[in-house]
């Protein structure tokens, strides 16, 4: 195959925001031959343009300004399966330092050029990648259409034949070994490669492998020793954390997890993990930076999504419950609120269905039941899911967790649990925030228990018409639950059968205790069951004089 490619019957796009190098990129096209070259300034309108019809050599400036950078143009593409298996694709960046580099390399261009570069590199270069991609076709073919066994099988050929890229074949066969599981068959082929030596791209592969093998001693064994030869190998630092947490050591965990931040930091998945390893060290602060990255990151990308603004918001508000003075949880509310009025006009509202107050609501409705003031938790949290909530309706999925909180403060633990049940049936609530929401769970069970001993206790003295004794007790379930609407309308009802059968003893305390149930009942969307005894406990006391 020829050292140069002819471009004259190639479409060319340039996404670069500087106009001056846009032209100047322009003309070293055109003098190499191109004939169809476009050109755009944001990432957006570079996708827009190849979707409509595909361009066979993209060269994408990293930094493109507000919107999508480069890296974020490529993965967009691929994300959505639109990229296809013959476009070269070369991000270019004036910023050689290592982070930029490795994020920009993690997500494999064909190529990675630094301002500026000549004529003759640009060339150089294009053919360089353009015969790969010719010469791999097959390959590329079947792994875009996420063929993955055709796509070993096409490896395998290159490997046999002694292709110049049979190396590359070699790796991406392993890889895909490790990403169906095949790990006799990548163990296999890694001990194939060895017999011509060790380099450390395959160390780097059986450490991959090992780890897969649940030998996470072994993985962390070989990732060390990569690191040694080539410091900024991100896979090998990957491997560590996650060979750390297998050994349930989070301390080297979280510092494995920050070490791969410091190298290539643009990663959302990368910055979720530093945030849960984070969260199970105790360092909620740090938990709360990665979320924030993520939400960064999210937000000109393909993964743009309000659970990232609401993980971020949940992470701060963590923060604040863990918090060991006043004075840090009240920093840690204000930064909650001012984010929340931040994200009024955020991107990652305006393009979901998620209303803003809905989201304000619950979350001013956790800060206010954190800080004890739960019947303004509750209007606030009937205002935004007071519908969905009596009537059996799904509460929206990114606040769930948020309102299984908000009901657990209230001491509401019936519709709680409920709810609960629901998360965690469904598979939409990430990871984080089911860890975060366990916890929580866990911590209200103690309470939960008691309530419900004393309350089916009181219950059980109703019954045999024990009614004083069942008021004491029903007044003691709700100092455990003030706000459990079963509760007050137990006590309510106790309260009307006490006064039947007493000819009204203790009249002035009873319409006090139950003045107070009223209140925490009013506005609150009942179930239908629960609405036709607070219309009858409404008549009998106005009777009776209780109210």
Not at 98 to 121: C, G, I, N, W
Request: net charge neutral; charged share 30%.
């Amino acid at each position: 195959m020829s050292e140069f490619v002819e471009l004259a019957d190639k479409r060319v796009l340039i996404i670069e925001d500087q106009k001056a190098f846009q032209v100047m990129l322009k003309g070293l096209l055109l003098n190499l031959g191109a004939k169809e070259v476009e050109a755009k300034r944001t990432g957006e309108a570079g996708i827009a343009a190849y979707v409509r019809k595909p361009f066979d050599v993209m060269l994408v400036d990293y930094n493109l300004g507000r919107g999508k950078n480069g890296r974020q143009v490529l993965e967009e593409l691929k994300h959505r399966g639109v990229l296809k298996e013959d476009t070269i694709f070369f991000i270019i960046t004036g910023d050689n330092t290592r982070p930029m580099v490795l994020s920009a390399l993690e997500l494999q261009p064909d190529d990675y050029l630094t301002k500026p570069f000549s004529h003759r590199v640009l060339r150089s270069r294009i053919a360089r990648a353009y015969k790969r991609r010719m010469w791999l076709k097959d390959v590329f073919k079947s792994l875009y259409n996420g063929d993955y066994t055709a796509c070993i099988d096409a490896c395998q050929r290159h490997i046999d034949s002694q292709s110049r890229y049979a190396t590359y074949c070699q790796k991406l066969q392993i890889e895909l070994f490790n990403k169906t599981q095949q790990l006799e068959q990548a163990e296999a082929a890694i001990k194939r490669v060895l017999e011509d030596g060790v380099q450390p791209w395959i160390q780097l592969k059986l450490a991959e492998t090992r780890l897969l093998q649940q030998r996470p001693k072994d993985a962390l064994e070989i990732a060390e020793a990569v690191l040694k030869k080539m410091p900024n190998a991100i896979e090998a630092q990957d491997i560590k954390t996650r060979c750390y947490l297998l050994l349930d050591n989070p301390e080297e965990a979280l510092e494995s997890a920050r070490q791969s931040i410091n190298m290539a930091p643009f990663s959302i998945s990368r910055q979720t993990q530093l945030a849960h390893i984070a969260r199970d060290n105790g360092d909620y602060e740090i938990a709360k930076q990665a979320m924030n990255n993520v939400l960064q990151i999210a937000r000109t990308s393909v993964f743009r999504n309000v659970q990232h603004l609401c993980n971020y918001l949940r992470a701060i508000l963590d923060a604040a419950e863990h918090a060991d003075t006043r004075q840090k949880v009240a920093k840690y509310q204000t930064e909650a609120t001012m984010e929340l009025q931040r994200s009024r006009y955020d991107e990652n509202i305006v393009y979901s269905e998620l209303p803003f107050e809905t989201l304000e609501s619950i979350l001013v409705s956790r800060i206010d039941a954190f800080n004890g003031r739960l019947r303004e938790a509750q209007q606030l949290l009937n205002k935004a899911v007071g519908d969905e909530l009596s009537q059996k309706k799904p509460v929206p999925t990114e606040l769930l967790a948020d309102v299984i909180i908000v009901l657990l403060d209230l001491g509401e633990f019936e519709k709680a649990n409920e709810l609960a049940i629901a998360a965690d049936d469904g598979h939409n609530i990430d990871s984080y925030t089911k860890k975060l929401l366990t916890e929580r769970r866990e911590l209200a069970r103690k309470t939960e228990n008691a309530f419900r001993d004393v309350h089916q206790k009181g219950i059980r003295l109703y019954e045999q018409h024990n009614y004083k004794e069942a008021l004491s007790v029903f007044r003691e379930a709700l100092q455990l639950a003030p706000l459990n609407s079963g509760a007050a309308l137990n006590y309510i009802q106790t309260a009307v059968s006490y006064c039947q059968n007493t000819g009204k003893v203790e009249l002035e305390f009873l319409r006090k205790e139950c003045a107070n149930c009223f209140k925490t009942l009013q506005g609150l969307p009942l179930s239908d069951t629960h609405k036709q005894r607070y219309e009858y406990l409404l008549e009998q006391t106005a009777t009776l004089g209780l109210r």
